[in-house]
């Protein structure tokens, strides 16, 4: 179903970037999140370029904008770029049907200049960089984990972009809908830190048997072990531990975009996620997400610091981002 249309608020409010953008009224490429991540459709894209210039009128300051999209096929595999270019704002974003796909903004209206650059890679973690008076450099798991990580500047920057290229969809409703799904989902795989463990080590046994057996339970407990293999260390597997992960996260990709059971399975034990999210829960939701991870034998390290009754204040040690 389609979202409910914009309101005047929505439509006037100051945006860094015109909404709805080239890219929405484009047909030439198509977006969709899956698994969290943006992913442009390797099957429904065109080929050609087409740029226009308007004028902004979300501020107060009517500027002109120009925009540019190109879309390419080299080999059978779809790649775009788009530009955005005014006297306050520079964007660009380029996309290929294999998964990559790179942000980089420019606020120029700032001093210093504002400028975040999220880069996404196939089966590596989103890293950002930001760049000005606050500079943060962090890597995350999915683009809902970005949305928690840095919510002012993701709302303002990134949101009306990624709204813009999985147009009807909005990632704010349904990273929502997950979220809620993830906390009261009584079903989530309990599969714990030492079983998880152990299959990951047999992948490199000297037995086929063995690697073949570990592999085939990894695959049938399904995504919700996405973020515990994608939290891997690398550099610690042996080739063969490789190629089967990645054999196995190839096959659980899904040709169809993401809704919000799916990522409630997804982020359901995905500690950076719950991390990020602490300060987003109440008393008693922290209560059970880390009841939820003691008993998989993680230590979820959440813990609440609010002591007034109506405070509903959490916060995380040892997180993720490096600010």
Known sequence: ADPPPETTADALRPTPSPTPSLIRQNAAANFHLILGRVQLDPVRYRKGSQSLDRVCLGDQSHRSVR???TVESVRGIPTMHYSLSSSLLAVSINADGRGYFQIDLRDLAQSPPLRIVVTQRPDTPIHVRCEGSEPKDYKVDTWLHLRLADRERFEHYLEPIVDDL???????????????????????????????????????????????????????????????????????????????????????????????????????TDVQYWRLAAKRLDRSEVALVDRRFRNLGIDSKLKIIAVEPTARIASTENSSLSR
């Open 67 to 69: 925009e540019t999209i």
């Open 166 to 268: 999985t147009w009807p969809h909005r990632i704010s409703t349904l990273g929502d809908a997950a979220h809620q799904m993830a906390i009261a989902s009584p079903d989530i795989e309990a599969i714990t830190e030492e079983k998880f463990a152990g299959w990951i080590e047999l992948l490199r046994s000297p037995k086929q048997s063995d690697r073949s057996e570990a592999e085939e339970s990894i695959r049938q407990v399904g995504i919700s072990l996405l973020p515990r293999i994608r939290a891997l260390d690398v550099s610690r597997l042996d080739m063969e531990q490789r190629v089967r992960l990645a054999q196995i996260q190839r096959q659980w990709k899904p040709m169809a975009e993401d809704n919000a059971q799916r990522l409630a399975q997804v982020l359901g």
